[in-house]
T-cell receptor, first 112, second 111 residues
C-alpha cells in the first residue's frame, strides 16, 4: 500500500515568494495533520483536519500560512510570502481517527 | 499543560545492550502514547503505542512500560542493534487526536 505522499521533496525559494506544499494521505484515512520540524523547536503541529474540515489551526504561526483540504485525498499548505525563518522540514501525516498517525517523507523547505 | 518531557537527549549503547528512553507528561487527559522512530532524511515512523489500560506492551524487541500514577512511560529496546540507531520520539494524545511530541532522543548503537 502507498503511504502518505508529499511533494515536492525539496523546495528552495527566495524570500517573498509563495510556496505550496502538497500531500496525499493514505486512502481511507479521515484525519490529516501538517507538522513542521526544526532542530530548535522539534516537531510542531500546525493544523489538522477531520473529514476534510479544519479542526484546529492554533499551531499555524502566522497569517502567511494557510492550509486547505478540498477532498479526502489531497491537502495543501501554502506560505505567502515566505521568509527565511520558515526554513524547515514540513511533514504531512494521516490517520484513521483514534489510531496512529502515519507520516510522509517530508518536504525540506529552504528560503533564502 | 500539554508538554511531554523526554530524556535523555542522546544515548550511546553497545550492540546487544538495552536502550531505555523515558517520557513524562502532565495532562491527565492524555490516553494514547505512541513512540516514533526517525532515520535521517525520513519521516517519523510509528513504532509502538500503548493506552493507559495496560502497564506494558511488547512488540518484538521493543517494549513500552507505562506508569499511570507517575505519569511516565518508557521505551525499552532489547538486544539493541546498529540498525536501531535513529532518533526516537515519544508522544501523547487525547480525545482530540492531537499528538504532543517529546524533543527526541538520538540513539547510537555501537557495533
Amino acid at each position: 500500500d502507498a503511504g502518505v505522499i508529499q511533494s515536492p521533496r525539496h523546495e528552495v525559494t527566495e524570500m517573498g515568494q509563495e510556496v505550496t506544499l502538497r500531500c496525499k494521505p493514505i486512502s481511507g484515512h479521515n484525519s490529516l495533520f501538517w507538522y513542521r520540524q526544526t532542530m530548535m523547536r522539534g516537531l510542531e503541529l500546525l493544523i489538522y483536519f477531520n473529514n476534510n474540515v479544519p479542526i484546529d489551526d492554533s499551531g499555524m504561526p502566522e497569517d502567511r500560512f494557510s492550509a486547505k483540504m478540498p477532498n479526502a485525498s489531497f491537502s495543501t499548505l501554502k506560505i505567502q510570502p515566505s521568509e527565511p525563518r520558515d526554513s524547515a522540514v514540513y511533514f504531512c501525516a494521516s490517520s484513521l481517527l483514534g489510531t496512529g498517525q502515519y507520516f510522509g517523507p517530508g518536504t525540506r523547505l529552504t528560503v533564502t | 499543560q500539554q508538554q511531554v518531557k523526554q530524556s535523555p537527549q542522546s544515548l550511546i549503547v553497545q550492540k546487544g545492550g538495552i536502550s531505555i528512553i523515558n517520557c513524562a507528561y502532565e495532562n491527565t487527559a492524555f490516553d494514547y502514547f505512541p513512540w516514533y522512530q526517525q532515520f535521517p532524511g525520513k519521516g517519523p515512523a510509528l513504532l509502538i503505542a500503548i493506552r493507559p489500560d495496560v502497564s506494558e506492551k511488547k512488540e518484538g524487541r521493543f517494549t513500552i512500560s507505562f506508569n499511570k500514577s507517575a505519569k511516565q512511560f518508557s521505551l525499552h529496546i532489547m538486544d539493541s542493534q546498529p540498525g536501531d540507531s535513529a532518533t526516537y520520539f515519544c508522544a501523547a494524545g487525547g480525545s482530540n487526536y492531537k499528538l504532543t511530541f517529546g524533543k527526541g532522543t538520538l540513539l547510537t548503537v555501537n557495533p
